[in-house]
């Protein structure tokens, strides 16, 4: 399956994969490669080093626990060169010290495994992102139509009697749109919740098929699905 | 020198040196005295027999002074035939030398003062060495000064004094010996509940950590020790066997997702399915990967928690503020059961804590209120502070309550009430073990009562803050990552 729509321009864009579990980087590189991007696999932290130098990458996703140079070593070597490239930190430690000490040695973000695909995904587009304006407030997808600035949404013609949160769900599932979002990401982004701990999910979950029935509800057409074991997709599966 | 490796031997030595420093002061004193008292006796001797020859002497009629022999009874008695007897003029000529003593002077020229108004009792040696105790005294004697001086040999006196020292290097040696002995055998026996104590206590493993060390119901420092220890050990093995219990439930749970996977994974690759067969099958493994994700993410809390690495950052901490966001938390759940949630209380109450553990904990127990409560009812949420300066926060519900028998182990690593259940309302019993974690880590405690089919309330109680508040709670939820 693919976890999102394919965009012409991302042939383009550079990921290196610095990770020594190779089924672990071999996943990495084919869910990557799906999305969409380029992508080059290192498995160890010697050869990692020295793809950094040797070419131009858009964003290096970088194992922490490496045999030989740590992450962190490459890390802080990357960065005394003076290499402005985008890294993202993956660490099987939840330590807080360890988070403090990755975006100390400056990382752009950090990812603790084990972590939903999609919520790297949706990280990477995030550090891709960074510093370009989003200026798009305002999504379609088939009849239905988001109007950020103004706050609306309509179906059909029909405008929808949100709530602030509902709004907001709707508004990260444009953004995400055809790509699948965890609720993991829901209870980050969203719900901002910081501790991994806390019983969300029958929260999202109840929240989800509220939303479910105001926006598809009483439209043939579905739009919002839910995707087993991972999450929630706004997506036109019976659109051309 | 090594010192001796045992104490029983280290006690002895001890001991007996300090015997035999003791003994030896006492033995010298005895000498002394001894020695005294036999100079004291034959300067008694000597006054007695200057005052009866004084009245033996008399002038011959060519002015030569004589003594009258013949007065003794007994004149073979021992102080008799060893005196020695001198009498000198005032001006040193000898007047009278006795025959034991013949030519040799006794005491040589009379110094002034010597015998006047009273006994000089002085030592003195003759000659030929030997050792004397001589006591002068004037006496006139028709007209003439004579400075009578009359003398007993020390000799008896030291030859006592050195049977005593003979006696007492053969006496000695042998009572120390002897205390020494003793000394030993009371040593060892007094020490030998250590040595029993150390032979069980080697037999001590994490394996075997129900033995306990005997002698623990001696009245004395040993037993007081063996008590102590036994304690020690109780708590061990309580605490070994709560981690083993630990060990064995996490490794039970995380097993029961683990066969899940494989299982739906081996049967769904039997299948000649279709695509979206699969996605089912893979969608459903991956379910069991988020349980198990959760399930080891709470068990690192609780392994940071218990090893006292879990840092705790203080603010102080609105209680009403707190629970209210705890609560919102749930609002979509609540309307969906038509539950309803109240916040009330005092609006002043807070404490000093960590914002994000302390709402971890509100969120648990409220969490697990609202999962219990059937549809249409009411929880309850009351902030108020007592008089003991304690912030108490009571969490209602009237759902079906706990059972009284399973109410004391609510608080346990995988405890569930209802086994069965767990897995559709999603927890692995974890939640409130963390609450009172928590909450006593903050120093309060956390209690239940609940009256079976009635609900149940949660009683967290915290200490008091007076602290000013700083900031807003919202601030500290800055720390969220980037994204």
């Not at chain 1, 050869?47 to 070419?55: D, F, P, S, T, W």
């Not at chain 1, 995030?126 to 950020?148: I, S, T, Y």
């Not at chain 1, 600035?149 to 949160?165: E, K």
């Not at chain 2, 009359?150 to 049977?163: G, I, K, N």
Request: net charge negative.
């Amino acid at each position: 399956m693919q976890w999102g729509a394919v965009c012409p321009y991302k042939g383009y864009v550079h990921i290196l994969v610095v990770e020594d579990e190779q089924k672990m980087a071999q996943a990495l590189r084919e869910g990557l490669e799906a999305d969409g991007y380029s992508v080059r696999a290192a498995y160890t932290g010697e050869e990692g080093a020295y793809l950094i130098q040797a070419q131009p990458f858009d964003l290096v996703i970088l194992d922490v626990m490496l045999p030989g140079h740590d992450g962190f070593e490459i890390l802080a070597t990357l960065r005394k060169r003076g290499t402005r490239t985008p890294v993202m930190l993956l660490t099987s430690r939840d330590a807080v010290e360890d988070r403090v000490r990755g975006l100390d040695t400056g990382a752009d973000d950090y990812l603790v495994k084990p972590f939903a695909f999609p919520e790297l995904l949706a990280r990477t587009r995030a550090l891709l992102r960074r510093g370009k304006p989003d200026a798009n407030p305002h999504f379609r997808l088939a009849d239905l139509e988001m109007d950020v600035a103004r706050r609306s949404v309509v179906r059909n013609g029909q405008s929808l009697d949100l709530t602030a949160r509902e709004f907001d769900l709707v508004e990260y599932l444009f953004e995400n749109q055809g790509r699948v979002v965890s609720r993991e990401m829901l209870a980050r982004d969203i719900w901002h919740e910081t501790s991994r701990q806390t019983p969300l999910d029958n929260v999202i979950d109840a929240q989800m098929v509220r939303l479910r029935r105001k926006l598809d509800g009483q439209f043939d057409r579905k739009l919002l699905h839910t995707v087993r074991g991972v999450g929630f997709v706004l997506r036109d599966e019976d659109g051309p | 020198m090594r010192r001796p490796r045992h104490l029983r031997t280290r006690l002895t030595l001890w001991y007996v040196s300090v015997l035999a420093g003791l003994l030896t002061l006492a033995w010298a004193c005895t000498c002394a005295l001894l020695f005294f008292q036999l100079r004291s006796q034959l300067d008694r001797f000597a006054i007695e027999e200057i005052e009866t020859v004084e009245g033996l002497f008399y002038f011959t009629a060519d002015g030569q002074l004589h003594i009258r022999e013949n007065y003794h009874n007994h004149p073979e008695s021992k102080e008799v035939i060893e005196r020695y007897l001198e009498v000198l003029a005032p001006d040193g000529a000898v007047l009278f030398r006795n025959e034991r003593l013949g030519n040799r002077p006794l005491g040589g020229p009379p110094f002034s003062g010597e015998g006047v108004g009273g006994y000089s009792a002085r030592s003195a040696r003759l000659l030929d060495g030997t050792r004397v105790r001589l006591v002068s005294r004037v006496h006139v004697l028709d007209g003439h000064h004579l400075l009578i001086r009359l003398a007993h040999s020390e000799e008896t006196l030291f030859t006592r004094l050195r049977e005593l020292m003979a006696a007492s290097l053969v006496v000695l040696p042998v009572v120390l010996a002897a205390a020494g002995l003793a000394g030993y055998g009371l040593a060892r026996r007094a020490l030998s509940p250590i040595e029993q104590m150390a032979r069980r206590a080697q037999e001590i493993t994490p394996e075997k950590l129900d033995a306990r060390l005997p002698n623990d119901q001696a009245d004395d420092e040993l037993g007081q020790l063996a008590r102590v220890f036994n304690q020690t050990l109780a708590r061990l093995e309580q605490a070994f066997e709560q981690l083993r219990r630990f060990t064995s439930d996490a490794s039970h749970e995380l097993r029961t997702p683990l066969a899940m996977i494989r299982s739906v994974g081996e049967v769904g690759l039997q299948k000649d399915g279709a695509r979206a067969e699969y996605r089912d099958i893979i969608g459903s493994m991956l379910e069991e990967v988020n349980r198990l994700t959760t399930l080891i993410d709470n068990l690192l809390t609780i392994s940071r928690a218990d090893s006292g690495s879990i840092q705790l950052h203080r603010t102080v901490v609105p209680v009403m503020a707190l629970a209210r966001e705890a609560a919102a938390l749930f609002e979509i759940l609540l309307e969906e059961k038509a539950q309803r949630l109240f916040v009330e209380g005092e609006e002043d109450a807070q404490v000093e804590g960590d914002y994000v553990f302390l709402r971890q904990a509100l969120v648990n127990v409220i969490h697990n209120a609202v999962k219990y409560s059937p549809v249409g009812e009411t929880i309850l949420v009351r902030v108020r502070t007592t008089a003991s300066q304690l912030v108490v926060v009571e969490i209602q519900d009237h759902g079906p309550g706990i059972p009284v028998e399973d109410q004391p182990k609510i608080f346990n690593r995988f405890y569930r009430v209802d086994k069965a259940r767990w897995r559709e309302s999603g927890g692995a019993g974890l939640g409130l073990s963390i609450v009172k974690w928590t909450i006593e880590a903050h120093g309060g405690t956390v209690t239940l009562s609940s009256v079976p089919n009635q609900g149940c309330t949660f009683r967290i109680s915290l200490p008091a803050s007076d602290l000013p508040a700083q900031g807003s709670p919202a601030g500290l939820l800055g720390q969220r990552e980037s994204t």
